[in-house]
């Protein structure tokens, strides 16, 4: 993509849930459209076959490692996320969850449109293009949270869950393009390996692309991999009116950054929530966004995570077999759990399990030595990583109670040379007593292991993979960077459509959410030529 003067209509920033709606809704409405994708594009054969396979599982290229999986811990949480092209979908767990009617009538986005009459067909239309149903495949791991639930009375609430995973006729077996007409790629049945955060090797999960970004890129859309925008700036007037600039550089090179400009009438922030967060705020810092709300950064979410598990060493288990997140339960009214699981070998997470102990700070972490002491081989075979996929039931908790979080740009002791995202507020709490409680009474019940992550022991620090919020809607710059459509308080033709525009906690994966809102965001942008229409 060589520097041309040639004005596109829109540059989308991500090709995650809300950038690949976007671009797939602009480039059938006649819009030129570029989309600008930070990571790799991947394939089946690119895959690997484990998490072992650090180079290609992990995103940090300043180390050389090009995968599409990135940990990045802060003060507050550590954070995980996904880099490709398709974004979050390609490592994500595939999970389609509908949030309450509440979550609309709180947080910063209430009041602001009929939110529980306008989602409902917005979440149909997210359903239907990303092929959710629900889950066919359960596993010894959701056979297994099931009997926790019966043993611990709340069985009832056991749910199997909806998933974008293509199961069709049988495992294995190839099919047409069974979604979008003949228009969409073939797809082949699920087999169940477990492996959907490694990267589906069986083209069985539905990604984005394999649903919008492929169909955008149908319609002429251009996707550009390993290409990091550093500059986003508005041309002539100064609050975008005349569009704007973005610079880009190559995000695999260390030294060969192969810088380039584009000019775009319109800009879609679609980065996630960090990404959209970081970018917006060095623009900020730097002048070129001086105008954008000083909301930026402020209501942070993490839908109150915390990961347990029980493990059973030594025992004839296969916890890995069945889809990502194949079932949840519901343990009180403001906690559920799911059922998490890797695949077979897939065992790099199991280098930092331990053992769940309760309590808090200092109290916690020497709980946690005596038990060491106590039961050392109990403690071993709690974090012993070789086997961890096999013999672990993951437990992702989530809960709806609200908790926010700040990011800001600051200059680390460790690293002075530019500024990074870090976090301020209250911490987000790692010990959740119900859940622990779960964990422990399960553990007792059926002969395993109750564990955490050391992260959680050590440093207070809860792991998280649905960060949302940072740019959320307010009525106006006071209360929120963006307004009820999506557009950035202050500027024209820049809009922010992903995770970052989320104004409260969901309390479920927050995936389809984000594809919903994505929809309706581009129910307000007219065809090129003027006309408005719903999208197909």
Not at 185 to 205: D, L, Q, T
Not at 232 to 259: M, N
Request: proline share 4%; charged share 20%.
């Amino acid at each position: 993509m060589d520097d041309d003067p040639t004005e596109l209509d829109f540059v989308v920033v991500g090709s995650g849930f809300g950038g690949s709606v976007s671009a797939c809704r602009l480039a059938e409405k006649g819009y030129s459209v570029a989309v600008l994708e930070m990571g790799k594009r991947w394939t089946a054969s690119d895959f690997p076959k484990s998490t072992w396979n650090l180079r290609r599982w992990i995103w940090r290229p300043g180390l050389k490692l090009f995968g599409f999986y990135d940990m990045r811990p802060f003060r507050h949480v550590m954070i995980l996320c996904g880099n490709a092209v398709g974004g979050g979908s390609i490592t994500y767990a595939n999970t389609m969850l509908v949030p309450p009617d509440s979550v609309w009538r709180e947080g910063s986005w209430k009041g602001l449109a009929d939110w529980e009459r306008e989602m409902p067909g917005h979440y149909a239309t997210a359903r239907r293009m990303l092929g959710v149903t629900e889950n066919r495949i359960l596993g010894e791991a959701d056979h297994m949270l099931k009997r926790m639930a019966d043993e611990q009375g709340c069985g009832e609430t056991f749910y199997k869950t909806d998933v974008a995973v293509y199961f069709g006729e049988g495992p294995g077996v190839a099919h047409p393009d069974p979604y979008f007409g003949g228009d969409g790629p073939a797809r082949s049945g699920c087999i169940g390996c477990g492996g959907c955060m490694v990267g589906c090797r069986f083209n069985a999960k539905n990604t984005l692309d394999k649903n919008y970004l492929y169909l955008a890129e149908k319609r002429g859309a251009q996707v550009f991999a390993e290409t990091r925008v550093v500059e986003l700036r508005p041309r002539g007037d100064a609050h975008g009116a005349d569009g704007y600039e973005l610079v880009t550089e190559r995000s695999t090179a260390w030294f060969a950054k192969q810088r380039k400009t584009i000019r775009a009438r319109h800009v879609v922030m679609a980065a996630s929530a960090l990404g959209t967060m970081d970018l917006l705020m060095r623009m900020k810092e730097r002048g070129s966004l001086a105008a954008i709300s000083e909301r930026l950064g402020h209501d942070v979410r993490t839908n109150s995570e915390s990961i347990l598990g029980v493990r059973f060493p030594g025992k004839d288990v296969d916890m890995s077999k069945g889809i990502a997140i194949g079932s949840g339960v519901h343990i009180d009214r403001f906690t559920h759990i799911e059922a998490t699981r890797y695949s077979r070998g897939s065992d790099v997470l199991g280098l930092i399990a331990t053992m769940l102990v309760t309590g808090k700070g200092w109290r916690r972490i020497g709980a946690w030595i005596w038990n060491a002491l106590r039961h050392p081989v109990r403690f071993v075979r709690a974090g012993w990583p070789f086997g961890f996929a096999r013999q672990t039931l993951i437990l992702l908790v989530m809960q709806t109670i609200d908790a926010t979080l700040r990011f800001r740009l600051r200059r680390r002791w460790f690293w002075p040379f530019r500024p990074m995202l870090t976090t301020q507020g209250q911490r987000i709490p790692t010990n959740i007593p119900a859940a622990n409680a779960f964990a422990e009474r399960a553990a007792r019940a059926f002969g395993g292991i109750a564990i955490t992550s050391t992260s959680e022991i050590l440093f207070d620090l809860p792991m998280t993979a649905h960060c949302i919020g940072g740019c959320v809607m307010g009525v106006d710059a006071a209360h929120g960077v963006i307004d009820a459509q999506h557009r950035v308080h202050g500027y024209e033709n820049l809009f922010v459509i992903d995770g970052a525009a989320v104004g409260a906690n969901l309390g479920v994966n927050p995936s389809l959410t984000i594809t919903a809102l994505a929809e309706r965001a581009m129910t307000f942008i007219p065809t090129k030529d003027g006309s408005v229409r719903p999208a197909a």
